[in-house]
């Protein structure tokens, strides 16, 4: 399993890559009114719009200042419709902006894992891996929005299908 | 003038001092006499309403005493008779259905010895209690006193003493019946050969006794004498009362009550005397004691507006006498005072308007005494007063006009030669000034001279020394310039460098993201990709490294680029102060060219210039000379008129002084 890292607060962070369709460069979003703050607006990739998260926001910490390191994850996210079970699953894909996106490693060089923790308010939280004398904590994203949010952004998915 | 106040005070003090003594000596033995008079008068007054009141309370119930004793007694008398003793005990021994028939015989003789006594009633009474004959029809014969309404009558509680005692006793006054007077019976046990054989019981009314108590004789119109005895919690006034003649067995006073206290002492058994208030709240006094054998309170009162009136009249006698007496010695006294003073008066008012300056007073004399030789003395030293003071007036006006004529001449001289005085003065000063001003003038010229002259040489020594530096600087300034120029170019390369280094860091950094996306896709491709994955992460590496190679490049160029351009300025700024030092000394050489010109001209026509003023300052000093002079002899002469002057000032002050003191007199 190859996993994409990046750092939130100096810490290292990862997700796994095959739920990565693309890295990109750093773009500006179009600001939403009433949005949450970490939700930095919309923006436009290949012609689709979608929505952008700042995963320092979501994490809780303040972002540092732009970096050429900091760039834009497009991650995909099925979502559980509950209906038309044999149907293919709608998919969701977010932008997420993080710090120092510049490498991949391999799960497997891993030392030693720490189960899932689960903090209220945090279900995010992956597995923790050990990996080149660093701790790296995985994020699942399917977990990483609150469901009624995902649930408003799906409107969206659903157009774009 | 005369000082009104003044007079007052003095008759006030002699009057007040005059009624004072009259007053001290006349009415204080006066009043401690009446007082002691009056006290000893008063008590014996009141001794007297006493001995009365106690004399009769004694005599009356004295009198009432022996009635009762002489009452018991008749009794105790009539019980012993033989026919008595024999009419109860045919009585006993009748049957007791007819007692009548029995006693018919006997009645007669009863009804006569009841008379004979003086006893209202007569009863005769077993030995049970059975009434066995009676004069009274409220009593009939065959009643008994041990049960029935007799049954706590006094006439049962004395029947019972007689037969317990065996001894005569009266009892307390009762209403038998509803309407008639009361009666009080005397029980006398009737013996029969040593044994109890009947009882006597004779009925009294109260005539007699009232009769004795309504002699008022001795207790003036409003004295009285109450009777009373104790009726459970009250007292029962027992006696007709002269100002209520139906009181009699009718009065009731509850005992405690505010009113009629010393009948209610009495009615307990105690004597005394004293103020009191009676049963209809007046005030009084009064004698009381206690009756034993009629068990009765006596009080012999009289109210204490009668019983006082002779105390009250000697009371307003001794006032009135004293008011007239006071009033008799003020005006004794205000009269002599007046006598006395009205002279005196007269002269102080004289004296006040001499000494307030008015000598027009005239003294009218109407007595030979010793004041009227003071006011004729008062008199004649007015008329003296008058005389001289009318004289100096006169004297002391021409004296006037004549000084004021000497001092105004003498000040019209003085106000000329002082005029004089002044303008020399003024003359002198300016002189004077001019004199110094001119020295002062010369001195200042000389000391100018001679800078001047210093200054022209020092000027042309440094003129020389600053050519020199000018060259000097100007070779400095050219080399500086050059030497910053080529500093620019340094730095314009190296931002050229810096340009490179960024591209080159921006190419690293799209090799990155492209490698990053290479693996994603690689994995995506599963076992098709790992090859590729492989390729893609040396791809990464190549980038990592050549990034890291930018950004040293990129640090020393910047290091590089902040020590040119920290050159590049200091070398401007020193180039700018080396042009200023320049522009500065070929400034200050061509001022001192010109003060050299300038101190050679003027240097000459001070040397004119202060000759000139010499000779003027000499013949300043000449004129200030001549013009002191002149002041000292106007000053003389204005000193010795000054002093004329305040010899003139100090007489008219003199003569003004004595008429202003003259002028107070009016003659």
């Known amino acids: 399993m190859q996993l994409l890292t990046f750092s939130v607060a100096g810490q290292p962070f990862a997700i796994e890559s095959r739920r990565v369709i693309e890295v990109l460069p750093l773009v500006s979003a179009r600001p939403l009114p009433q949005a949450p703050e970490y939700l930095l607006g919309i923006f436009t990739y290949r012609g689709r719009l979608m929505p952008l998260i700042d995963l320092a926001l979501r994490l809780g910490v303040a972002p540092p200042a732009a970096k050429l390191s900091t760039r834009v994850i497009v991650v995909e996210v099925e979502l559980d419709t509950g209906a038309e079970p044999d149907a293919r699953p709608a998919r969701l894909r977010l932008g997420l902006v993080a710090e120092n996106v510049v490498a991949i490693r391999s799960a497997d060089e891993a030392g030693s894992s720490l189960p899932p923790l689960r903090l209220p308010g945090a279900d995010y939280l992956d597995r923790a891996l050990r990996i080149g004398g660093e701790t790296v904590q995985l994020i699942d994203v399917r977990k990483l929005l609150p469901a009624e949010l995902i649930a408003g952004l799906a409107a969206a998915a659903e157009v774009d299908q | 003038m005369s000082n009104p106040s003044q007079a007052a005070g003095i008759r006030r003090s002699i009057a007040g001092r005059l009624l004072f003594w009259f007053l001290v000596i006349a009415l204080i033995p006066c009043a401690i006499l009446t007082a002691i008079t009056a006290r000893i008068a008063t008590s014996a007054l009141e001794r007297a309403v006493r001995d009365t009141l106690v004399q009769t309370a004694a005599g009356k119930a004295g009198e009432l005493e022996a009635y009762a004793a002489e009452r018991v007694r008749d009794g105790a008398a009539l019980a012993r008779g033989p026919s008595i003793v024999q009419t109860v005990r045919q009585l006993a021994a009748a049957p007791a259905d007819s007692p009548a028939t029995a006693a018919s015989d006997q009645a007669d003789y009863l009804a006569y010895a009841a008379k004979a006594f003086h006893y209202e009633q007569l009863l005769l009474i077993g030995p049970s209690g059975r009434v066995l004959f009676s004069l009274d029809p409220a009593i009939p014969v065959g009643t008994s006193l041990a049960a029935g309404p007799l049954a706590d009558s006094e006439l049962a509680f004395g029947f019972d003493r007689a037969k317990t005692l065996l001894q005569s006793d009266l009892g307390g006054f009762e209403r038998s019946g509803q309407s008639g007077l009361p009666l009080a019976f005397v029980t006398c046990p009737i013996l029969d050969g040593g044994r109890l054989a009947g009882v006597l019981a004779l009925g009294l009314e109260p005539e007699r006794i009232w009769q004795t108590l309504s002699d008022f004789s001795g207790l003036g119109e409003t004295g009285e004498i109450v009777a009373a005895q104790l009726d459970g919690e009250a007292i029962l006034v027992t006696t007709p009362l002269r100002h209520a003649a139906d009181a009699a067995f009718r009065l009731r006073i509850p005992l405690g009550s505010d009113q009629a206290t010393a009948i209610q002492q009495a009615a307990e058994g105690t004597r005394?005397?004293?103020?009191?208030?009676?049963?209809?709240?007046?005030?009084?006094?009064?004698?009381?004691?206690?009756?034993?054998?009629?068990?009765?309170?006596?009080?012999?009162?009289?109210?204490?507006?009668?019983?006082?009136?002779?105390?009250?009249?000697?009371?307003?006698?001794?006032?009135?006498?004293?008011?007239?007496?006071?009033?008799?010695?003020?005006?004794?006294?205000?009269?002599?005072?007046?006598?006395?003073?009205?002279?005196?008066?007269?002269?102080?008012?004289?004296?006040?308007?001499?000494?307030?300056?008015?000598?027009?007073?005239?003294?009218?004399?109407?007595?030979?005494?010793?004041?009227?030789?003071?006011?004729?003395?008062?008199?004649?030293?007015?008329?003296?007063?008058?005389?001289?003071?009318?004289?100096?007036?006169?004297?002391?006006?021409?004296?006037?006009?004549?000084?004021?004529?000497?001092?105004?001449?003498?000040?019209?001289?003085?106000?000329?030669?002082?005029?004089?005085?002044?303008?020399?003065?003024?003359?002198?000063?300016?002189?004077?000034?001019?004199?110094?001003?001119?020295?002062?003038?010369?001195?200042?010229?000389?000391?100018?001279?001679?800078?001047?002259?210093?200054?022209?040489?020092?000027?042309?020594?440094?003129?020389?020394?600053?050519?020199?530096?000018?060259?000097?600087?100007?070779?400095?300034?050219?080399?500086?310039?050059?030497?910053?120029?080529?500093?620019?170019?340094?730095?314009?390369?190296?931002?050229?460098?810096?340009?490179?280094?960024?591209?080159?860091?921006?190419?690293?950094?799209?090799?990155?993201?492209?490698?990053?996306?290479?693996?994603?896709?690689?994995?995506?491709?599963?076992?098709?990709?790992?090859?590729?994955?492989?390729?893609?992460?040396?791809?990464?590496?190549?980038?990592?490294?050549?990034?890291?190679?930018?950004?040293?490049?990129?640090?020393?160029?910047?290091?590089?680029?902040?020590?040119?351009?920290?050159?590049?300025?200091?070398?401007?700024?020193?180039?700018?102060?080396?042009?200023?030092?320049?522009?500065?000394?070929?400034?200050?050489?061509?001022?001192?060219?010109?003060?050299?010109?300038?101190?050679?001209?003027i240097s000459g026509r001070f040397g004119q210039v202060t000759e000139g003023m010499r000779a003027q300052s000499q013949g300043a000093d000449q004129i200030r000379e001549a013009m002191v002079r002149l002041a000292e002899g106007a000053n003389r002469t204005a000193g010795a008129l000054h002093d004329f002057n305040a010899a003139t000032v100090h007489l008219r002050e003199a003569v003004g002084d004595l008429k202003e003191e003259v002028s107070r007199f009016t003659i």
């Open chain 2, 272 to 601: 005394g005397y004293g103020p009191l208030v009676d049963y209809r709240g007046v005030e009084g006094v009064g004698a009381w004691c206690y009756l034993p054998s009629f068990r009765w309170g006596l009080l012999v009162k009289q109210d204490a507006a009668e019983a006082y009136a002779l105390i009250r009249f000697q009371r307003l006698a001794i006032i009135g006498l004293s008011l007239a007496t006071i009033l008799g010695v003020t005006l004794a006294a205000l009269v002599v005072a007046r006598t006395i003073s009205s002279p005196i008066r007269t002269a102080m008012a004289v004296a006040g308007q001499v000494a307030g300056g008015d000598l027009r007073a005239t003294v009218d004399i109407t007595t030979d005494d010793e004041t009227g030789a003071l006011l004729e003395s008062i008199e004649t030293m007015t008329r003296d007063l008058r005389g001289l003071i009318g004289r100096i007036q006169h004297s002391s006006v021409a004296l006037m006009s004549t000084a004021t004529a000497i001092q105004a001449t003498a000040s019209e001289q003085q106000q000329v030669i002082n005029d004089y005085g002044a303008s020399t003065s003024q003359a002198v000063a300016a002189v004077k000034q001019i004199s110094v001003t001119s020295q002062e003038l010369v001195r200042t010229m000389t000391e100018v001279n001679q800078m001047a002259g210093r200054t022209g040489a020092m000027a042309a020594d440094s003129r020389a020394d600053l050519s020199g530096m000018d060259t000097t600087m100007r070779t400095l300034a050219e080399s500086t310039s050059s030497f910053g120029t080529k500093l620019a170019t340094i730095s314009e390369r190296a931002a050229n460098i810096n340009l490179a280094v960024t591209t080159i860091t921006k190419v690293a950094d799209q090799t990155n993201l492209l490698s990053i996306n290479a693996a994603i896709e690689a994995e995506k491709a599963g076992e098709y990709g790992l090859g590729f994955l492989v390729v893609a992460r040396e791809i990464r590496r190549l980038a990592d490294q050549t990034a890291v190679a930018s950004l040293d490049i990129e640090r020393m160029v910047k290091e590089m680029q902040y020590a040119v351009s920290a050159g590049v300025m200091e070398m401007d700024k020193f180039s700018e102060q080396v042009r200023a030092g320049v522009r500065e000394i070929g400034a200050v050489s061509g001022k001192l060219g010109e003060i050299i010109a300038a101190v050679e001209g």
